[in-house]
């Protein structure tokens, strides 16, 4: 991410003070983390097809939506809040490919590259996202973990480190984890 110290160390005051109640604290985040949360959408959004009709900013408005109707979250930093916001957009994605998924009974899902996050090693080059999000539904059935750890590094796009602090674990946990779960899903995709 790119925030520097100071704003950083800002953000998270700022997610302190609106777990705390203070609603301006969420108006006042918005200007500092809107940069990174279009960092965010739009990597969730490039492997799209041409003429997707979800654009970048208006999935951006819907997590933030969401992201504002958050009650009781305990915010514990900003590495928090944007893996929140990425699982908050993999959710709007999946819910958008299935609603144009049963307006055109089973026409064109949406599709997203894989291989360009290194998330998998396929013959085919991008992945449904229903299937994606089917495959890491049973992932976190079987290790939820792992499951967070691709969503916060492949949707988000935290780093290790980043990923270590959102999940209080260590980064050799986050490696292992992504590891063993980018291997899992190249099994349950091809399939």
């Known amino acids: 991410m790119a925030n520097s110290p100071t704003q950083a160390h800002e953000i998270s005051l700022m997610l302190r003070a609106w777990s705390d109640g203070d609603t301006q604290a969420l108006n006042n985040l918005l200007p500092l983390v809107y940069d990174e949360l279009h960092r965010q959408a739009h990597r969730c959004l490039r492997h799209e097809r041409t003429g997707h009709t979800l654009q970048t900013t208006d999935l951006i ?11 009781g979250v305990e915010w514990e930093n900003r590495a928090h809040f944007f893996a929140l916001s990425a699982q908050l957009m993999r959710h709007i994605l999946v819910d958008y490919a299935r609603a144009k998924h049963r307006a055109k009974r089973g026409g064109e899902a949406l599709r997203l590259s894989l291989s360009k996050a290194e998330l998998v090693a396929t013959e085919e080059s991008d992945v449904d996202l229903l299937a994606l999000d089917e495959a ?23 780093d290790i480190e980043e990923t270590a602090a959102a999940l209080g674990i260590s980064s050799a946990t986050v490696k292992r984890d992504w590891t063993t779960a980018k291997a899992w899903l190249g099994r349950e995709l091809r399939r």
Request: charged share 25%; hydrophobic share 45%.
């Open 61 to 71: 408005h819907e997590a933030y939506l969401k992201l504002a109707a958050q009650a």
């Open 136 to 158: 890491l539904t049973r992932l976190a059935a079987i290790d939820e973990q792992q499951s967070r750890v691709v969503e916060m590094r492949y949707l988000g796009g935290l």
